[in-house]
């Protein structure tokens, strides 16, 4: 079992910035691969970013490159959301998730979620 517990969501205007904290607790967080994802109003759940169990390498949706960032610290149990130059589409709530063995995109194959941390962009 691995619990999840995101932070750092909050109001935030247009351009600016937010870093998100997914702290996990149970079993070896370095056995995971860990994931951000984000759920708007009305829409389905969407990808974000993913990190590979040791943090060597990631993987951004086309939406948020260049823009976000997603790096983990395995001594502390914790993944990031680093996010620069937010605009009005990024308004959701975003969710970490861990998936044990490899990166995926796809939310249905990870194991584990957190309960979410709500995200606006306002103009």
């Known amino acids: 079992q691995v619990q999840l517990v995101e932070s750092g969501g909050g109001l935030v205007q247009t351009g600016g910035s937010l870093r998100l904290s997914c702290a996990a607790s149970?079993?070896?967080?370095?056995?995971?691969?860990m994931g951000w994802f984000r759920q708007a109003p009305g829409k389905e759940r969407e990808f974000v970013a993913t990190?590979?169990?040791?943090?060597?390498?990631?993987i951004y949706s086309d939406s948020v490159k260049g823009r976000f960032t997603i790096s983990r610290d395995n001594a502390k149990s914790t993944v990031y959301l680093q996010m620069t130059s937010l605009k009005s589409e990024d308004t959701a709530v975003y969710s970490c998730?861990?998936?044990?063995?490899?990166?995926?995109?796809?939310?249905?194959?990870?194991?584990?979620w957190g309960q979410g941390t709500q995200v606006t962009v306002s103009s």
């Open positions: 149970g079993r070896a967080f370095s056995m995971y691969s």
């Open positions: 998730a861990a998936r044990f063995v490899g990166v995926s995109r796809n939310p249905t194959e990870y194991n584990y």
């Open positions: 990190i590979t169990r040791s943090g060597g390498s990631t």
